[in-house]
């Protein structure tokens, strides 16, 4: 399991079950400019991992950067930008240091996890996770499972993310490795003057997260054990795979 498969998980069990069973491609529902927008957002990683890693990320994607005339589109232009933004921060110069994309295991609730690091400092005891954003760090969301307004960093469950890692980094037995790791958000906006700032979580609320994934793992173990699961009846999987038999009131819908 990866923080992304939970999160996936908890959004609509349905939908996650199928594309772990390998009958739903989730990434073909994506549209062009979704994607554009996402491996923008790894230039922008693979721009700080390491030289090799951008090159081949350039050789790779060259297609998808450029436009017929040759210049780079829009999405990779922003994303230029934000590496500039980054490279000109001093707290991004002076943290980003360390092992970059960095894969870490363990066990949550006697599931098996694994996740990718961005950046492990050991020297300053952090983590770091890129953020790559397109309001400002002070945007909040609507969230539809708690029916209020969020932090982003709250309503796109990066909390699960950071307690996750830290306690999958609590589990190395890497003696180098401290037991109270602390996750840094590095979060770099697309807006037209990109902002970034690095953003820590008090522990209690990454200890708070890790009880939440906890639970969300009893879940996934239930359906493990034959629990059917559930549809969400909004994403594009139960869309797609909807029949409708009777009619639903206005009531419903509010
Ligand atoms: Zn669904």
Known sequence: MSFS???????????????????????????????????????????????????EFKQKHQGDMFTKTGNLKSQFQIAEKMVLTLKKDPLFQNIYKGAKELEVFG??????????????????????DIKT????????????SEHRKMHWIESRKYLWQMAIYQELLRQSDDERVGKNIQPVIYAITKETFPDSAGITIPQDWLDDALIEVQEAT??????????????CGRCNYCKANKYNTHTISLTELL
């Not at 690091?117 to 952090?126: A, G, P, R, V, Y």
């Not at 954003?133 to 539809?144: M, T």
């Open 5 to 55: 498969g939970l999160k996936a998980f908890q959004e609509c069990e349905a939908e996650a079950v199928a594309v772990m069973n390998g009958e739903w491609d989730r990434q073909a529902t994506f549209s062009p400019s979704t994607i554009e927008a996402m491996n923008a957002g790894s230039y922008v990683h693979k721009s700080f991992e390491n030289e090799q890693a951008l090159d």
């Open 107 to 128: 066990e949550i609730n006697g599931i098996e996890f694994h996740g990718f690091l961005d950046c492990l400092n050991l020297e300053k005891n952090i983590f770091i």
């Open 133 to 144: 954003i397109r309001g400002s760090i002070y945007e909040k969301e609507w969230s539809e």
């Open 218 to 231: 009893n879940k996934y173990i239930e359906v493990l054990n034959g629990r059917v699961p559930v549809h």
